[in-house]
């Protein structure tokens, strides 16, 4: 059972599409965070929100635009993407960005395939 | 630029076995440290965190911490098969925020 939830599990869609993901934590945490995970590679951290208030952008491209209505809710909005784009887009939530050692938890993620 | 490494294996060790993992990072800064089991296709999944130079228990899991080496370990003692995924450090990078880097991970390989 997870604390953090993602939906959809799967997405497909051309570079032309829009589509969102979703994140949702039930752990009463104040930290959301947004990564992208490709094979044999390192998480990459994408975005932070510490607060609703984004805290980080690791200089993502503008066809990512995140937005986090409230500490419980997180969503990755997604336009034009390129192939290079398809990953595994990990959500996470943590109990403060503002208080370092604080593990953070996963939600089991995006699979997301872009044509 | 903050580097966390770790060899990506796969690390392959018989059923009962002791399995060593281990990662490096760059910033001396980092006080806070943690490690992730991912298995195929699910997400990262928190086993242990350490905060002190030395040993810290958990079943059969210890994490090692050493500071002055920048190294930080983690054991899996008895191996089971079911220990078989991908094995993440990740490190904080300090300054007072909870910003994690994360190694590319270790392959563990458990066989009967």
């Known amino acids: 059972e997870t604390g953090v939830t993602q939906t959809p599990r799967h997405l497909v869609m051309g570079m032309t599409n829009k589509k969102s993901l979703k994140c949702e934590q039930h752990l009463g945490h104040n930290a959301m965070y947004w990564y992208k995970q490709s094979a044999k590679k390192p998480l990459e951290l994408m975005f932070v929100?510490?607060?609703?208030?984004?805290?980080e952008n690791n200089s993502v491209p503008s066809r990512f635009s995140p937005e986090c209505p409230n500490s419980s809710h997180l969503f990755l909005h997604l336009h034009t993407l390129q192939p290079e784009d398809s990953a595994l887009y990990l959500c996470?939530?943590?109990?403060?960005?503002?208080?370092?050692?604080?593990?953070?938890?996963f939600g089991d993620g995006t699979r997301l395939s872009i044509l | 630029q903050k580097e966390v490494e770790q060899n990506s294996g796969p690390l392959s060790v018989p059923e009962g076995a002791i399995a060593s993992l281990n990662c490096t990072y760059s910033?001396?800064?980092?006080?806070?440290f943690f490690w992730y089991r991912q298995y195929s296709g699910k997400s990262p999944e928190l086993i242990m965190s350490i905060y002190s130079n030395g040993d810290k228990e958990d079943g059969r899991f210890t994490a090692q911490l050493n500071k002055a080496s920048q190294y930080v370990s983690l054991l899996i003692r008895d191996s089971q098969p079911s220990d078989s995924a991908t094995y993440l450090c990740?490190?904080?990078?300090?300054?007072?925020?909870?910003?994690?880097?994360f190694g590319a991970g270790t392959r563990l390989a458990v066989h009967p």
């Open positions: 990740a490190v904080n990078t300090g300054g007072g925020y909870n910003k994690l880097i």
């Open positions: 996470a939530s943590s109990q403060e960005m503002g208080r370092e050692g604080q593990p953070q938890h």
């Open positions: 910033d001396r800064g980092s006080q806070s």
């Open positions: 929100y510490n607060f609703k208030e984004q805290t």
